[in-house]
């Protein structure tokens, strides 16, 4: 399958978040079945605008060392008596999980502490908070701060700049019930076409041994990738976090805890009903072999969330760092753009910010470049970021799609993973954005993602979203 290699940049790729697609090409390729449309949303764009006031590029924080002092923006939110602008303690415990701006004691933030709470803003942290609580880059990689921008901290709201208009919203009981009541579904997204919902039976956790894993993870007809590159790297990094997120009533419902644009603690209940194509295949994100999971659910309730909080007008394009805080309560992410970073620093982020317990996600500049395997990269396209598979590799980057194209179809061996070798050329095509963990923040990660040899499938394989080619 020939394509033209071509290039985007991140503001042309920030406009493909918006776009809608018109017609499609379909293209059977044995069990894998491909429509090709246009674009799907960059992995490492911000696509917002950010707050007077908010940083970018050099004013972007680090994580200070212990006892050190850091200026992150989201941790200078104060409520009613808070103390707006005090920065807090960074270093081990500094910025708390989501929703607790520098709150003492490193706890995990209730509803009420979503900016900090009355007086809470910049208190320091009692220093047994895990690192990866902590804002911003990794201390050991300041010498690489000023090549960094495009922020998404902001001064308004500890969930990103990209939420600072929803913030405005103020909640209707209206809006009360279409969260608490399953059966009343979102809208289609526009930028989709032909699919209707229909109910599916649901395996929570099909994959991994009952674990929340990279594999779980298998776009097919939303052009939300680097949304669901957000859904397997937080399964990567810490899948007890995916579980803590869903509860199942045992109804076929289930009610996902999330946080509103001020990072207040809300529940959001979905059905059993998904996305589907014409003959009944499902189009939402789902488990190898079309089961739907527990990122199906996720992604519904994204699909309600984006309703009456308009994050992004639609979830085909929504970027990771804008997919995450829903679920983390904290907003705070800066990117690299691509040839910002040589093969060796690459590789130093990559494991340094890992380490860190942040999410990564990142893009390729360079359409179908290949690898000695034959597997080729996307562009305008998000793919989760693995601390690299050997020292032979540079950085490990998986496809949503659960497989990657090649010179004469596509090829799902791997997971979708392309393990990139230490090269000028490769690292000159990558951007990525590393995005704070809030809630979902844990040990860190220092080890490969190698996916179970059950993992693995070739059955029923199928991408329609509007990027696939």
């Known amino acids: 399958m020939a394509r ?14 918006s776009r809608r697609f018109g017609a499609s090409l379909p293209v059977s390729l044995g069990v894998i079945s491909v429509l090709a449309l246009a674009g799907c949303s960059s992995a490492a ?7 007077a006031g908010s940083t970018a590029g050099a004013g972007m924080v680090l994580q200070g060392g212990a006892g050190s002092v850091a200026g992150s923006p989201s941790a200078t939110l104060g409520g009613a008596g808070g103390s707006a602008g005090t920065p807090s303690a960074a270093g081990a415990g500094a910025l708390g999980g989501a929703g607790s701006a520098g709150s003492a004691a490193g706890g995990t933030a209730g509803a009420s502490t979503g900016l900090g709470g009355a007086g809470s803003a910049g208190a320091a942290g009692s220093g047994n908070k895990p690192p990866t609580c902590v804002a911003g880059l990794p201390s050991s990689l300041g010498d690489l701060a000023a090549m960094a921008g495009d922020s998404t901290d902001s001064k308004m709201t500890i969930m990103g700049t990209r939420y600072e208009g929803p913030a405005a919203h103020v909640m209707t009981s209206d809006d009360t019930a279409f969260f608490h009541d399953a059966t009343k579904q979102p809208p289609i997204p526009g930028s989709t076409s032909g699919l209707h919902l229909k109910a599916l039976p649901v395996t929570l956790y099909p994959s991994g041994g009952g674990t929340p894993t990279p594999a779980d993870i298998n776009q097919h007809a939303i052009g939300n990738c680097d949304g669901d590159t957000a859904f397997a790297s937080m399964a990567y990094l810490n899948p007890a976090f995916i579980k803590s997120l869903i509860t199942d009533n045992h109804n076929d419902t289930y009610s996902v805890a999330m946080y509103d644009p001020l990072a207040k603690r809300i529940s959001i209940t979905v059905d059993n009903q998904f996305l589907v194509d014409d003959g009944g295949t499902i189009g939402a994100v789902s488990g190898k072999n079309n089961v739907a999971d527990w990122a199906t659910v996720l992604e519904k309730a994204t699909m309600k969330y984006v309703k009456v909080f308009p994050v992004v007008d639609d979830i085909g394009g929504i970027g990771s760092e804008h997919q995450t805080p829903m679920f983390t309560g904290v ?3 800066i990117a690299f753009d691509r040839g910002k970073l040589s093969p060796a620093n690459l590789t130093r982020v990559v494991k340094a910010a890992l380490a860190a317990g942040k ?16 597997l080729q990269t996307v562009t305008a396209h998000g793919y989760a970021v693995f601390v690299p598979k050997d020292g032979n590799t540079m950085i490990s980057m998986r496809n949503p799609w659960g497989l990657d194209p090649t010179s004469n179809g596509y090829n799902a061996s791997t997971d979708g993973v392309l393990d990139i070798p230490p090269d000028q050329t490769w690292a000159g095509t990558i951007d990525l954005r590393i995005i704070d963990p809030g809630d979902a923040c844990g040990a860190g990660m220092t080890t490969p993602y190698l996916p179970l040899s059950g993992d693995i499938s070739t059955k029923s394989l199928h991408v329609t979203e509007p990027h696939a080619r």
């Open 4 to 17: 033209a290699p071509f290039s985007l940049n991140m503001s042309q790729r920030r406009s493909l978040q």
């Open 45 to 51: 764009d911000d696509g917002g605008t950010a707050a």
């Open 331 to 333: 907003g705070g992410s």
């Open 359 to 374: 999410i990564i996600s990142g893009g390729f500049g360079i359409e179908g470049l290949a690898l000695p395997s034959g």
